[in-house]
C-alpha cells in the first residue's frame, strides 16, 4: 500500500517497508512503516475548553522503532525525517512474490497479490 511519502533517493516509502534513519549524532535507527491506530493518552485540549485533556486515537502511517509508533519529526530547517530516510527492505508481500515466483517481479500492490496467490490469476 502506497503511502504518498517518498525517501531520500525519491523511492516510494510503502507499508511494510523497513526504513532506515541516520541521525545528526550517527545514531542509526531502522523503522517498520506500519499503517495503524495507535492511542495516545493525556492530550491537552485548548485553555478554555474542557476537560483539561482527553484521550485520543490517530489513524495514520507510522514509524515503528523498539516498540515505539512514532510520527516523523521535522527538523529546524522544515525538513521531515522521512526526507532522510532511504528504504531499505521491501515489504514481506514483495519478498513472498519473488521467492514464489523464482524471479523478483517488484509489482506493488497487496491486492494483486492477494488475487494472484490464492485465486490463481
Known amino acids: 500500500m502506497e503511502t504518498g511519502l517518498f525517501d531520500k533517493n525519491g523511492t516510494p516509502i510503502n507499508i511494510g517497508d523497513r ?4 541521525l545528526k ?23 478554555g475548553f ?8 490517530i489513524t495514520g502511517i507510522f514509524f ?18 522521512v526526507e532522510k530516510m532511504e528504504v531499505i527492505q521491501p515489504p514481506f508481500w514483495v519478498q513472498v512474490v519473488c521467492e514464489l515466483k523464482g524471479r523478483c517481479q ?16
Open 64 to 81: 515503528c522503532w523498539q516498540e515505539n509508533d512514532l510520527l516523523p519529526c521535522v527538523d529546524e530547517n522544515g525538513v521531515s525525517d
Open 106 to 121: 517488484m509489482r506493488k500492490g497487496l491486492r494483486w497479490f492477494i488475487r494472484r496467490n490464492h485465486n490463481g490469476k
Open 25 to 47: 549524532d550517527g545514531e542509526v535507527r531502522e523503522f517498520d512503516v506500519r499503517f495503524k491506530t495507535v492511542k495516545r493518552t493525556t492530550i491537552k485540549t485548548l485553555r
Open 50 to 57: 474542557g476537560p483539561e485533556s482527553i484521550d485520543v486515537s
Open 19 to 22: 526504513t532506515r534513519l541516520v
